[in-house]
Nanobody, 122 residues
Framework: QAQVVESGGGLVQTGGSVRLSCTAS????????MGWYRRAPGEQRELVAG???????DYRASMKGRFTISRDNAKNTVYLEMNNLTPDDTAIYYC????????????????WGQGTQVTVSL
């Protein structure tokens, strides 16, 4: 049975930092690729970043430089370090293990975490 457990998030002030974690297990397609998505209020879910087991990454352009995705393969865990946050980063952040790559782009699997809220105040 697939399990995706996220942690981290919460309320942070503008300019602050947050680190999200996600541990996955039981994904039939494996977790060589893992990603983070987010859904802001009134918006569609969008890719934040993806990473494969060799460290290849894909970032949404607007987040590159502020956000860093990393993983610990031994722990089946992916992390998202978010720095210099602004209110526009307020969203529910979702872990997505087991996606795939098309060229340099990460595409999601059907497995999602429950989401973790990140709220950035002024």
């Amino acid at each position: 049975q697939a399990q995706v457990v996220e942690s981290g998030g919460g309320l942070v002030q503008t300019g602050g930092s947050v680190r999200l974690s996600c541990t996955a297990s039981g994904i039939p397609s494996g977790i060589s690729a893992m990603g983070w998505y987010r859904r802001a209020p009134g918006e569609q879910r969008e890719l934040v970043a993806g990473i494969d087991s060799d460290g290849r990454t894909d970032y949404r352009a607007s987040m590159k430089g502020r956000f860093t995705i990393s993983r610990d393969n031994a722990k089946n865990t992916v992390y998202l370090e978010m720095n210099n946050l602004t209110p526009d980063d307020t969203a529910i952040y979702y872990c997505n293990p087991g996606g795939h790559w098309r060229g340099v782009y990460y595409y999601p699997s059907k497995y999602w975490g429950q989401g973790t809220q990140v709220t950035v105040s002024l």
